[in-house]
Every structure is written in structure tokens, then in C-alpha cells.
């Protein structure tokens, strides 16, 4: 918020807001888990089953989806390093956490 603030661009978010971007943030966190039990699937035959094969395909995804794009906003100046410094250990967490999850559906 505070970034979008000295943008010019301040956001006071309804309540109504907030469930909309929650429910948008949960659908993104799906499709991660998603793709990465694709990608765990795809490595399977290489790395063995497991989590340890699900945790790797989870910091892939991670990297691709979540590091990379929000590192660039920091360093155009559009989020605060603060920012993303929070946001990255919190959404590899959560795709950590979906591709354990799925692996483990995967295997059933």
C-alpha cells in the first residue's frame, strides 16, 4: 500500500476488495500446485518419488513465477525491497506447502 502511495496511486481496499484478492491470490496458489505436480510428475522418473522431488519442482516454480517477476519490481522501483523481501520466503512457503500436497495426491 504504502508503495502505491508514493506512486501517486494511493488504495484504501473495501473489505470487499480484500476477499476479491484473496480469493485471486488462493486461484494463483492452485494453479502453482498445479503446475508444479506436473513438473513433479515430468522429474519423477529422474529424481525418484517423494518430497524431495516435490520440493524441487516447487522452488522451480517458485522461481519462475514468484522470484524472478518480484525481484524486477524492486529493482524498477516499483515495490519496496521491504516488500519484497516479505513476499518471497511467504509465497515459496506456500508453494512448498501446495507441491508436497499435490505430490502426495499424485502418488495415490
Known amino acids: 500500500m504504502g508503495a502505491l ?3 501517486g ?3 484504501r481496499p473495501s473489505m470487499g476488495q480484500m476477499v476479491s484478492l484473496l480469493t485471486f491470490g488462493l486461484v494463483f496458489i492452485v494453479a502453482y500446485a498445479i503446475v508444479a505436480v506436473w513438473l513433479y510428475a515430468a522429474i519423477r522418473p529422474r529424481y ?3 518430497p524431495r522431488t516435490a520440493l524441487i519442482s516447487g522452488i522451480v516454480v517458485w522461481l519462475l513465477s514468484v522470484a524472478a517477476p518480484v525481484t524486477h519490481l524492486a529493482v524498477f522501483g516499483v515495490a519496496s525491497v521491504r516488500f519484497v523481501l516479505m513476499d518471497l520466503p511467504a509465497e515459496c512457503i506456500l508453494i ?3 507441491s508436497l500436497v499435490g505430490a502426495r495426491q499424485y502418488e495415490k
Open 5 to 7: 502511495a508514493a506512486l
Open 96 to 98: 512448498l506447502v501446495a
Open 9 to 11: 496511486r494511493p488504495v
Open 48 to 50: 525418484g518419488a517423494g
